[in-house]
């Protein structure tokens, strides 16, 4: 009698322990994320008073005061909910983004972990840099340009939750649209694409960029249109001199490179 191969159990084994280690990383994330809603939650006024403040540029452009008001009864618990988790995603986002590296390095080569530190931080810096370039110089001028979209012959009333919405998925897009360097970086990496890619389709690119431009930013004038839609075509040549620079050498031209 044939004793039973433990082939199965010996090739089910690595499969395993990459869903345990999968597992152990989004736990370490959440717990994270749990934590910076908690710090953010205690500043859910100085939060509030973000929202509004492009708000204020009604007053100053004398377009009138504008009244935020909540709608449901339990509007206001889970508004300070959602400003807490976005705030809070944002604080944890360095060490979330450092779990994704440690759940993926183990595949990578020696050489290729040292930039564990540069995609986490750049990754990271960049998201951010993205939302506060939106939140500094192009929601401003998009508040302005609705609020006196009538003239001024309508009071404006917001509901919060509506205004909170709009404003998260406005800084959102601007943070994943600043993430292009690092995505030509990765794509670079993997051998997706390379800088001569990317350069071929820069016309492609530029097309693209000035229609995002014009959707994100619903003024009528070239100006604002033209604020946003440079420093994201910047972003794109950034994102070819970053993916020449890091590109993947082939090994018989590293050993030509090397003599």
Do not use: C
Not at 140 to 152: C, I, K, N
Not at 169 to 175: N, R, T, V, Y
Not at 214 to 241: Q, W
């Amino acid at each position: 009698m044939t004793r039973p191969s433990a082939a199965p159990e010996l090739h089910s084994a690595p499969l395993f322990d990459h869903l345990e280690e999968l597992r152990r990383r989004l736990l370490y994330s959440l717990i994270f994320l749990a934590l910076g809603m908690v710090a953010a939650f205690q500043y859910r006024f100085q939060l509030i008073e973000l929202i509004k403040a492009p708000l204020r540029a009604s007053e100053q452009y004398q377009l009138g005061n504008v009244k935020l008001v909540t709608v449901n009864l339990t509007d206001q618990f889970l508004l300070s909910l959602q400003l807490s988790f976005w705030a809070g995603l944002a604080l944890a986002l360095p060490l979330i983004l450092w779990q994704v590296w440690a759940f993926i390095a183990p595949g990578l080569y020696a050489h290729e972990r040292r930039w564990a530190l540069p995609f986490i931080l750049g990754a990271g810096l960049s998201f951010l840099a993205g939302a506060a370039f939106g939140y500094t110089f192009v929601l401003p001028a998009m508040v302005r340009f609705l609020l006196d979209f009538l003239g001024g012959t309508v009071e404006q009333m917001q509901s919060l939750a509506n205004l909170v919405g709009l404003f998260t998925s406005f800084l959102i897009a601007f943070g994943l649209a600043f993430e292009m360097p690092i995505l030509a970086v990765i794509l670079t990496r993997i051998g997706l694409v390379n800088h001569v890619m990317l350069r071929q389709a820069w016309r492609v690119a530029l097309v693209v960029v000035l229609l995002f431009a014009a959707f994100i930013t619903p003024t009528p004038d070239p100006f604002n249109m033209l604020l946003v839609g440079v420093p994201l075509y910047a972003l794109y040549e950034l994102g070819i001199l970053l993916s020449r620079l890091f590109r993947v050498v082939p090994q018989e031209d590293e050993a030509a490179l090397g003599t």
